[in-house]
């Protein structure tokens, strides 16, 4: 698998594990190439387990939910799962706000979401 | 001598480049650290802004460097007031369907103006829809 620029990917049985490298995702050409690294997974690898966990992230954009809206779509049409976890108390209020934590699956953290697969 | 209550009065031309827009957001942010407000206030003032500040830009100039930002905020012990204004055609802000339906939800846009009237205290447009007004209150210590 190619070396990524905006995450850290590593594999927990069949469960592909992700974490950001960005502590603020907001800018659109991270944005974008974050958005193409997490499409590769799914559309070049085959990846149909995919777990985010948002730990080292302080900060995201709209711009950036709709990335992940992007990715949620995805997954689905490769009938795979996405779930995230580790979402600091001020970024989950954002999700819950748009509502997006009905279109999620969100757990509070990596071995809850692992187990959830 | 004057008895205004700002301690930060600033008027700013940014041309329309998202760099610029960022600069000018993280000094707002240093303003706000260095009197002392909480982190969730800032988070608050940080998503609005990152979201008006980048649709001026973005979306009201189109990133023409031919086009300008103008912008005028001001800070006081307890409340942040910044007006944005592009040289866009403007738009109605009434006329964004609400994201949180479940009709729209999956749209990966729009959720920006959502966010700025959750957090800030008092969210206006002109009428031609180019300038955005935003009001925050610090929450009480």
Known sequence: MAAHRRLDVSEVGDVTVVRFRDRRILDETSIQELGQELFQLIEEYGRKK???????????????????????????????????????????EVFHITKLHKLFDIRDDEADAL??? | ???????????????????????????????????????????????????????AIKHGNRLDCRKQVSISCKLSADTFWISIADEGQGFDPNAVPDCTDDEHIQLPHGRGLLLMRCYMTRVDYNDRGNTVTLEKHRKPL
Request: aromatic share 8%; charged share 20%.
């Open chain 1, 50 to 92: 995919l777990l985010l966990n948002f730990s080292s992230v302080e900060f995201l954009s709209s711009a950036a939910l709709g990335k992940l809206i992007t990715l949620d779509k995805k997954v689905k049409a490769h009938t795979g799962k996405l779930k995230l976890t580790n979402i600091r108390a001020e970024i989950l």
């Open chain 1, 115 to 117: 187990a959830s697969f």
């Open chain 2, 1 to 55: 001598m004057t008895n205004s209550p700002w301690t930060w009065v600033s008027d700013q031309t940014l041309p329309s480049s998202i760099e610029a827009g960022h600069q000018f957001i993280r000094e707002v942010l240093a303003r706000l650290e260095a009197a002392h407000w909480t982190s969730q206030d800032i988070f608050g003032v940080h998503l609005a802004l990152e979201e008006a500040v980048v649709n």
